[in-house]
Each structure stands twice: as structure tokens, then as C-alpha cells.
């Protein structure tokens, strides 16, 4: 029996992580404010703020198998290690595809430049210097993961759950869509990153991976996506300026169209994951995936307030507000 720590486990992928690892009949512990979420059953949680004196003083000093760090504010981060470096066997930082300077190269992989850190405020600098620090307190005992977006039921990000979300809840009638022509999405669940984290500390693998899934065309995902929602309606595709200029996002956020992105980021779903995928990393297949989503997302209320995307008001009356010299019918 493995012991494993993990700082968090009550948010989205560390529960998956930590509800893994007990159906495993591991020993796990997280420790965490437990705010976004209560913890697991079977695991033995510390209700702890780590930003306060001795947040970890009761998970100090235990040979632990493996610590799993899924923050990256850099107290945080900083914390934890001067705390515990010296008690793991092994130890993951779970990172991100952020933190690479150019989304402008197909296939990059993971020796890649990296952004600059001068603003430690901002999610992909504070995610390089969370790499770096660790490190240099861990060395050749760390493994880097580097998802990219992460899917699957429960997603609190509400980006890829949105589009067969919406399929559903507009039935027969019109969704408004980005121009999809050679943009892409690559996307991993939840399920097979916790379970390939789990894996890979078991082994003891080390360095950093592009822990990320098979490139896909975001036209494929939608229309995959209107097929398991039993979409009928009409997929109306305008072009990014007209977006823009009625104040559409890119990628996430209220008032956006989710995993939609720049022209200039076009390669940002397109990392290199050969390095993953030979050290065991798998995935499900698209479709199993938006099955999976579609049900969790008529679970939560598919007109429910959502973090990601347009509502459907706003998205009905910027369908009104387009016309014919603007828009094509994809479906």
C-alpha cells in the first residue's frame, strides 16, 4: 500500500485523483480549506489554509510514497516545499501547457521556450516559476505534468461541456458557432489524468510531460457533439471580427464562445504528446466523453448560469442580429 499525499483533492482533478487512489486501497491524505468541495470518502483529510503558520505541521515529517501539488500560487507552492520536500519519495506538480512562450508551432514539445516570469500574478508565468522552484527543492525525484484542457463530467470551467450542452438545450433551433476551419481542440479527460498521475507516481517516472489527448478539428468535436445531443437545428457560423466587435470571448469566460482561440494561438491544441503517450498516457474516445458530459450537464440544468459561454438570450439575439453576408449554415 502506497501513502499518498495530496495538497488539495478536494477541487475537480485532485478528487478524481484521491477517489482513484482509495478504490485502489491506497492510503491517501489531502490536505486543503476544502472550499471547492468536500472531501472523498475513504480518505483522511486536513482541513488546513496553507497560507497560515504551520498549515502543515501535521503532515510533516511522514515518509510519504508520493505528494501530489496541484496548486500554483507561488506562496503556496513555496510553502509546501520548504515544509515537505524532504518527506516524498516521489513528487507531482501538475502544470500546464500555459506555460510555453509560442503557440505558433504544431507538435512542440516539451523542451520548448517557456514564458518569462516577471508578473507572478498572471496563471501561466506563476505556473513556470511553480516548475522551477520545485525543481530545484525536489531534483530527480519530480515528474511535471502539463495537461492542456482537461474535460470530463464535473468540469467547473464549464469550456468543453458547453457545446453539447447547448446543442441539447437549443433541440431544433439555430447555435451560433465560431468560424471552424483549421482550428483544433486536444483535449484530455479526467479521468485518464488522474488515472495516469496515479500510474506514473506508482513508477516512480520523472521530468515533464504534455500530459495531453489526440489533436481533434473543433468542427469534429461540435458536430460529434450535436450528434449525441440529437441536434437538429441549423450550426450558423460568423467570422471572428464580427464576433469581436459584439464583444464575444475567445476560449473561456461569461459572454464567450468556449475553446474558440485566436488565430495566432492556432497552435496551442496542437503540443506534441508523444512523450506521453509512451509513458502510458491513454484516452477515451470522443464520443464516450460528450456522453459522459452530456449527462452530468443535464444533471447540473442545462440552462443553469454557467462560468463559460454565451448565455442562451445572448446567443438568440446575436443569431437575430446576423445576416445572410455574415454567416454560413455548417449543418
Not at 89 to 112: C, F, I, R
Not at 213 to 240: K, R, W
Not at 298 to 315: M, N
Not at 318 to 328: P, Y
Request: with cysteine.
Amino acid at each position: 500500500m502506497t501513502r499518498t499525499l495530496i495538497l488539495g483533492g478536494t477541487g475537480w482533478l485532485g478528487r478524481e485523483i484521491a477517489e482513484q487512489l482509495v478504490s485502489l486501497g491506497q492510503d491517501v491524505t489531502c490536505l486543503a480549506r476544502g472550499e471547492s468541495g468536500s472531501a472523498p470518502g475513504g480518505v483522511t483529510f486536513i482541513r488546513s489554509d496553507r497560507q497560515t503558520p504551520g498549515a502543515y505541521d501535521l503532515v510533516a515529517g511522514v515518509a510519504w510514497d508520493e505528494i501530489i501539488e496541484l496548486a500554483y500560487e507561488p506562496d503556496l507552492v513555496t510553502g509546501a516545499l520548504v515544509a515537505l520536500a524532504g518527506c516524498a519519495q516521489h513528487w507531482t506538480l501538475v502544470s500546464s501547457v500555459s506555460v510555453y512562450a509560442s503557440n505558433a508551432d504544431p507538435g512542440a514539445e516539451e523542451d520548448a521556450s517557456l514564458v518569462e516570469t516577471f508578473d507572478l500574478e498572471d496563471y501561466a508565468q506563476a505556473k513556470v516559476a511553480a516548475e522551477r522552484v520545485t525543481a530545484e527543492a525536489v531534483g530527480d525525484r519530480l515528474l511535471i505534468a502539463r495537461p492542456g484542457l482537461i474535460a470530463g463530467p464535473g468540469d467547473p470551467s464549464d469550456r468543453f461541456g458547453y457545446w453539447v450542452a447547448r446543442l441539447a438545450l437549443a433541440a431544433h433551433e439555430s447555435v451560433l458557432l465560431p468560424n471552424v476551419r483549421d482550428r483544433f481542440i486536444q483535449y484530455i479527460d479526467v479521468r485518464d489524468l488522474a488515472a495516469w498521475i496515479i500510474s506514473a507516481g506508482h513508477r516512480r517516472l520523472t521530468g515533464t510531460y504534455n500530459a495531453v489527448g489526440s489533436e481533434h478539428n473543433l468542427s469534429t468535436v461540435v458536430l460529434a457533439a450535436a450528434q449525441v445531443a440529437s441536434h437538429t437545428g441549423n450550426l450558423i457560423s460568423v467570422d471572428d471580427d464580427w464576433l469581436i466587435e459584439h464583444n464575444v470571448s475567445y476560449w473561456a469566460g461569461p459572454r464567450s464562445l468556449p475553446l474558440w482561440l485566436p488565430r495566432s494561438d492556432y497552435a496551442f491544441a496542437r503540443r506534441s504528446r508523444s512523450r506521453f503517450v509512451a509513458a502510458g498516457g491513454t484516452e477515451r474516445n470522443l464520443k464516450e466523453v460528450l456522453e459522459d458530459v452530456l449527462a452530468d450537464e443535464r444533471k447540473r440544468g442545462l440552462d443553469r448560469e454557467r462560468r463559460s459561454g454565451l448565455t442562451r438570450e445572448e446567443e438568440i439575439h446575436l443569431l437575430n442580429e446576423i445576416t445572410h453576408e455574415v454567416a454560413s449554415v455548417c449543418w
